[in-house]
């Protein structure tokens, strides 16, 4: 059974976040489709088949922005999410926009050796969350 939503807490980031997940989903369809008024610290973000499954903000977080030292074996995210993509030229225009939107490289396009069925490629976000978009070649 597929998940119906996912929320992300963000804390004091919610702006950082935001235009940081807009600028990295926008290559896989995702737009805001509800919240970021004035004054909301929260929004839902989603494909026009989706609605608004997921969400940042609604909830607080007091991490800090991590530093990274160059070193990802030093980095540990404390989340990891997945997103499905339509085709290898998907994953690699979203690493691209992910890389030019301040994310942190954590695995580049290509097949995964755990399994060649996967194309994937992976980011860190600016909270240090794990962020993967992956095709299914089979």
């Given amino acids: 059974m597929a998940f119906a939503h996912i ?25 805001i489709k509800l ?10 973000l989603g494909t026009n088949a989706s609605g608004p499954i997921f969400w940042l903000g609604l909830g607080p977080s007091n991490r800090t922005l991590p530093k990274y030292d160059g070193n990802l074996e030093n980095r540990i995210a404390p989340i990891h999410l997945a997103f499905e993509a339509a085709s290898p030229k998907e994953v690699d225009e979203w ?9 942190v490289d954590n695995g580049k396009p ?13 980011v ?6 794990n962020i993967e978009v992956v095709y ?3």
């Fill in 7 to 31: 929320s992300l807490p963000v804390g004091s980031h919610y702006i950082a976040m935001r235009n940081f997940y807009t600028a990295i989903l926008k290559p896989l369809g995702y737009e």
């Fill in 124 to 129: 860190l976000d600016p909270l240090g969350n």
């Fill in 136 to 138: 299914n070649l089979e």
């Fill in 110 to 122: 290509g097949k995964r050796q755990y399994s060649r069925a996967f194309y994937a490629a992976f």
């Fill in 35 to 44: 919240g970021n008024g004035e004054g909301q610290e929260f929004c839902g």
């Fill in 95 to 103: 690493y691209e926009t992910a890389i030019k939107s301040g994310g």
